[in-house]
């Protein structure tokens, strides 16, 4: 999973804070390695929420658009849009009583993983672009990572800057060097 928004490094939201910017802005985007949503194989394929949120998170009130992978066939397809609109429950169904989600629309996904030089751009909705963190003194790249043991998403972090993030449409912003993180996720239902 890529996660990218408007706070500052490593996010407060992750800890239960408040964003850093007062208000949250920001998207998730899931590559799936190997999976299935009931007997709907998934490999391969890629989602994506994007949401604007007035406050935190938990607080509510967010508009959120959902993009899912245009490979995929009809099967396929209902079965990621299940899951944006959270009506397979998991980390999607918390989230969707958060905002009012705009129906998923299909979009073509490039998304490549491989640490400080992952990416992806998914159509004309979005795109992003990790960079390592830099220390403020000596300019080194630096490899911070965030353990949750209790995390809705994942259960550890890698974290960086985004060199880009930005999305267009109906939700929209630009927060290109801001927080970006990586991980590992497994859900099951």
Not at 22 to 39: A, F, M, N, Q, S
Not at 84 to 111: H, K, M, N
Request: glycine share 14%.
């Amino acid at each position: 999973m890529l996660v990218a928004c408007n706070c500052d490094y490593g996010c407060p939201c992750n800890v239960n804070g408040h964003p850093s910017t007062g208000k949250c802005e920001g998207g998730w985007t899931w590559h799936i390695d190997l999976g299935r949503y009931g007997d709907t194989t998934l490999d391969g394929l890629a989602f994506s929420v994007f949401a604007d949120w007035p406050g935190a998170i938990h607080e509510g009130g967010g508009k959120a658009i959902g993009r899912y992978d245009e490979r995929a066939d009809d099967a396929q397809r209902e079965a990621l849009a299940t899951l944006i609109r959270g009506e397979a429950g998991g980390p999607w169904g918390v989230f969707s009583t958060t905002y009012d989600l705009e129906e998923p629309q299909p979009a073509a996904f490039d998304v490549q993983i491989d640490g400080a030089q992952s990416r992806y751009t998914i159509g004309d909705s979005a795109e992003l672009e990790l960079q390592y963190l830099s220390n403020p003194v000596t300019g080194a790249d630096i490899h911070p990572s965030m353990n949750l043991p209790e995390g809705l998403l994942v259960r550890a972090l890698d974290l960086f800057a985004s060199k880009t993030f930005r999305v267009n449409g109906s939700v929209a912003y630009d927060h290109s060097g801001r927080y970006a993180a990586m991980g590992a996720f497994e859900y099951s239902g």
